[in-house]
């Protein structure tokens, strides 16, 4: 071997010398329900990061559910964690819907809290027939750990699992009946899509204006009083013009009258319906605006 390639291979080595080696601990479940990893740095064995997270579980109560995800070990070893949280709903197609993607990026310990809707508000993930459909929230997670100075480099990955695994993430899912909406928020007035459709002292604008979910649906063109006009249909289009024919009458009595939501949360929670693409969390939706409008009109014969 030559000078140079001798040179070449002991800057390699001392190279090899330098990065920090790291090992780990295998999941752990443990029996409070979470489940575990800890990274162990070779170079420092002092370092043990640890990340904490649910293990999979069912969930069907009415209250809004929260979990959180737990750094320990971090804080004062000169160690970064980046990375990213993500929610996704499972859709019947096999397909997943994004529901929040959480970035990460510490130097101390931290949490990272999640909450999720009541069940009734998720889109079906598979339907068995005779009413036993399953929802579900799947939470995944990919945290990288990188050194201290002087190198700043990766030295292990939290979160994906090998060979098909899922790793630290882990899911929340409803199986069967499930709970009924939680009753309305303060608000005892509503006027029917017929109502609105009548009495025409509002202003007439595009369904896109009001519901930017239309447009998918070739709806969006579209008015409210076109809206209001609707019979719906079979399949997910029949099933949108039904929850927009509700929604109208819901946006509407947001402006006008003492209803029990806001105008942004109407919008906001069509939009998501619509985005589901799934028949049955449409008409869900649909019918529960529909017992709103239905709560009384107190604008009578007004032109």
Not at 71 to 88: C, K
Not at 96 to 111: C, G, K
Not at 263 to 289: D, F, K, M, P
Request: charged share 15%; hydrophobic share 35%; aromatic share 12%.
């Amino acid at each position: 071997m030559n000078k140079r390639g001798l040179l070449l291979v002991l800057v390699l080595l001392v190279l090899l010398a330098l990065m920090p080696a790291v090992t780990s601990a295998a999941i752990v479940n443990n029996p409070d329900g979470t489940k575990s990893d800890t990274f162990i740095a070779d170079y420092n064995p002092n370092v043990r990061i640890t990340v904490t997270v649910p293990q999979t579980y069912s969930y069907c109560t009415n209250a809004p559910k929260t979990d959180t995800i737990r750094v320990t070990g971090l804080t004062g070893t000169g160690h970064t964690i980046i990375g990213w949280v993500q929610v996704t709903y499972k859709l019947s197609d096999g397909s997943s819907e994004i529901v929040a993607e959480i970035p990460v990026n510490y130097t101390t310990d931290f949490t990272v809290d999640l909450s999720y809707l009541s069940p009734w508000e998720w889109p079906v993930a598979a339907d068995y027939g005779n009413g036993l459909v399953t929802k579900e929230v799947h939470v995944s997670l990919s945290f990288e750990v990188i050194s201290p100075a002087p190198y700043y480099v990766f030295v292990y990955t939290f979160g994906p699992g090998g060979e098909g695994s899922e790793g630290l993430g882990w899911d929340v899912f409803c199986t069967g009946t499930f709970p009924p909406p939680p009753p309305p928020p303060p608000g005892v007035e509503g006027c029917t899509p017929g109502y609105w459709k009548n009495h025409r002292f509002w202003t007439n604008v595009s369904l896109a204006s009001v519901y930017s979910g239309t447009v998918s649906y070739n709806l969006g063109n579209n008015t409210l009083l076109d809206a209001l006009r609707y019979k719906g249909g079979s399949g997910v289009t029949g099933a949108a013009r039904i929850l927009l024919r509700a929604a109208a009458a819901a946006y509407l009595n947001s402006l006008y009258v003492d209803y029990p939501f806001s105008t942004g949360y109407i919008q906001s929670q069509v939009n998501a319906a619509l985005a589901s693409y799934n028949r049955e969390t449409i008409l869900s939706l649909a019918t529960r605006l529909d017992l709103e409008n239905n709560l009384g009109c107190p604008l009578g014969n007004r032109k």
